[in-house]
């Protein structure tokens, strides 16, 4: 990772995350950068082989996920910008409530991997509590599909631990605390990912006039 990027996820980390009297700001400046510089990895080949970044999680972490995917869409900081392929897998009511009806809440994510998921894209799991099951599912047809898996979650990781490639835990196990510190490092990752070069050159690309 450049310098200059991982100056700003330190600088970030340590005048943040260290507000929080509810979280170990140690672990949190020691291992979040690591878990973002991976997870930026990750993205940034995605895109560069043509793939998609897919979202999902429940409650406010289904706030998150389509937040994000709108971001990387709509071009975070400049609308001028060509939009990064980026799903959030909480948005479709009608299969939703569908498939939740019918058949089981529990797969909503897994079944909507199936359909829309491709080997080399990248899904990133949203879990303060890493226990969900409906996301538990998706990490799992995550993998069986050749999908890496970026998971978000608190300070227990649940049964989340050693279910992705990249695990970004924030060390702390008050809910409000841990969803405030996700929405940071998701917004450091889109930031980021528009300054990462890729053949569809991002950080200066335009959209035609």
């Known amino acids: 990772m450049e310098a200059s990027k991982a100056?700003?996820?330190?600088?970030?980390?340590?005048?943040?995350?260290g507000l929080w009297g509810y979280i170990d700001s140690s672990s949190m400046t020691a291992l979040i950068p690591v878990g973002i510089g991976l997870t930026l990895g990750a993205l940034t080949n995605g895109i560069k082989n043509g793939n998609k970044i897919l979202w999902c999680g429940n409650?406010?972490?289904?706030a998150d996920a389509q937040h994000m995917a709108a971001e990387l869409m709509g071009g975070l900081r400049s609308h001028k910008r060509k939009p990064i392929a980026s799903i959030a897998l909480t948005t479709d009511t009608s299969f939703i409530t569908a498939w939740a009806n019918d058949i089981s809440?529990?797969?909503?994510?897994?079944?909507?991997?199936?359909?829309?998921?491709?080997?080399?894209?990248?899904?990133?799991?949203?879990?303060?509590?890493?226990?969900?099951?409906?996301?538990?599912?998706?990490?799992?047809?995550?993998?069986?599909?050749?999908?890496?898996?970026?998971?978000?979650?608190?300070?227990?990781?649940?049964k989340m631990k050693n279910k992705g490639d990249v695990l970004i835990s924030v060390p702390?196990?008050?809910?409000?605390?841990?969803?405030?510190?996700?929405?940071?490092?998701?917004?450091?990752?889109?930031?980021?990912?528009?300054?990462?070069?890729?053949?569809?050159?991002?950080?200066?690309?335009?959209?035609?006039?």
Request: aromatic share 4%.
């Open 105 to 158: 809440y529990h797969q909503i994510f897994s079944r909507q991997i199936e359909g829309l998921g491709s080997h080399g894209d990248v899904l990133i799991a949203i879990s303060t509590s890493g226990n969900s099951k409906n996301i538990l599912n998706a990490l799992e047809t995550a993998k069986e599909s050749g999908i890496q898996s970026i998971i978000l979650t608190g300070g227990s990781q649940g």
């Open 172 to 209: 702390s196990d008050d809910t409000q605390r841990i969803q405030e510190c996700h929405l940071l490092i998701e917004h450091i990752l889109c930031c980021l990912l528009y300054t990462s070069p890729s053949p569809r050159d991002l950080s200066t690309s335009r959209m035609p006039s």
């Open 7 to 17: 100056n700003l996820i330190n600088s970030l980390s340590l005048i943040v995350f």
């Open 59 to 62: 409650g406010g972490s289904a």
